[in-house]
């Protein structure tokens, strides 16, 4: 197992690869003490029946430079092949603003593929590769040093046996005209906005007790200063304050340093300081907001006209379209799409793109009346009325 520590080396590594159709990348990260996540391994392969043609890269050497990996990254004949990448793809965008292009995904493409919702790489390894992960390394400390055998071997599993899962996936999508499903997906993926962490829209994220707009405007400020304050220091917003603080804080609307000692929810590091300081102004900001920029709760959900039959219907039909394609259910349409289609809405995404294809364009022939749903044995089928 080659660990590669210098940026003549990798480069190296990286202008091999760049003569191979694809190469699979994984890393290895921590985040519970930092806001974005600490980079502590990169692991490579290029196509290959053993380890010879695979190695690690070490980001944390003294003087490793990842840009030949990046170039690479920049390489549209390259593949770049992950399992379950939104979150080494973050790493990459925070860290140089650059995505792997052309991108495949193994998870996303196992849903296309009749693997059921979000497959497990375990699972993807057993099923396909004929293999097995070691899992005693889960929960290893990555930034640690030196590595032991086991640890290095458990990183380079998870592009080793990614080449099989690769291939056998791009095959199927071959075979099946289902390629450009996956490629749409993938945009999401690749889209900088997918990454976007603004402090302003944070409290959207938040479950609240109740949506007044003066209570929601507090929250938003509180909120608003939490993710600005661990983005600014790299720390877990919750080593801020935690959300049920937030909403306690927001309730209190404290004034004063003495009013914060007296909350229970809040950490004794947050009565004080900076953390106070901030906490007490963004209160004050929540108070004094006009009334014509509170935040206001989108309550079109709530208005909405749904035919509850209707909607039972079309979690039958996703049910038998599911089924007769092999997609999971979960990445066709999720039940708050089914409800707002049998309340008449036609934006759905479910209604859209490839989705359209397998389930959107009959949904909304069962929605105008033109098929029905008919059952026979164990298959739901439609009939043209």
């Avoid at 549209?76 to 990459?92: G, N, S, T, W, Y």
């Amino acid at each position: 197992m080659k660990t590669l520590t210098t940026t003549e080396d990798l480069a190296a590594f990286c202008a091999a690869a760049a003569a191979h159709p694809y190469v699979t990348v994984d890393t290895e990260f921590l985040r519970e003490r930092t806001y974005y996540s600490k980079l502590c391994l990169v692991q490579l392969a290029m196509p290959g029946t053993d380890d010879s043609t695979a190695v690690l890269v070490d980001p944390l050497a003294e003087g490793l430079s990842l840009e030949p990996l990046y170039e690479l990254f920049r390489n549209r004949d390259v593949v770049k092949v992950f399992h379950a990448a939104r979150q080494d793809l973050e790493i990459f965008w925070v860290d140089a603003q650059v995505f792997p292009e052309p991108l495949f995904d193994t998870q996303v493409a196992a849903m296309v593929c009749g693997f059921g919702e979000q497959a497990g790489y375990e699972t993807l390894v057993r099923k396909i590769a004929r293999g097995t992960v070691d899992k005693t390394s889960r929960f290893t400390d990555w930034s640690r040093r030196p590595l032991s055998e086991a640890q290095k071997a458990y990183a380079l599993a998870d592009v080793t046996h990614l080449r099989k899962v690769y291939e056998f996936l791009a095959a199927e999508l071959e075979k099946t005209g289902r390629k450009h499903w996956v490629e749409e997906e993938l945009q999401i993926l690749t889209n900088p906005a997918t990454y976007d962490s603004n402090p302003d829209e944070a409290w959207l994220r938040l479950k609240t007790r109740t949506n007044t707009p003066r209570f929601l405007g507090v929250v938003r400020e509180l909120a608003a200063f939490r993710e600005r304050h661990a983005q600014e220091n790299d720390i877990p917003r919750n080593r801020v304050y935690k959300d049920d603080a937030l909403m306690e804080l927001a309730s209190a609307k404290p004034k004063s340093e003495a009013d914060l000692s007296g909350l229970r929810l809040l950490l004794r590091e947050a009565r004080r300081g900076a953390i106070a300081e901030g906490i007490l102004a963004a209160v004050k900001r929540g108070l004094e907001l006009p009334n014509d920029e509170l935040p206001q709760v989108d309550r079109s959900r709530e208005r909405m006209q749904v035919n509850p039959a209707l909607a039972d219907l079309l979690r039958v039909l996703l049910k038998a379209k599911t089924e007769s394609s092999g997609v999971a259910a979960k990445l066709i349409a999720s039940s708050a799409d089914l409800d707002a289609i049998a309340a008449g809405e036609r934006d759905a995404p479910a209604l859209t793109g490839w989705r359209r294809e397998v389930f959107g364009a009959d949904a909304l022939r069962l929605c105008d009346g033109k098929i029905a749903l008919a059952a026979k044995g164990q298959t739901v089928r439609t009939v043209e009325l």
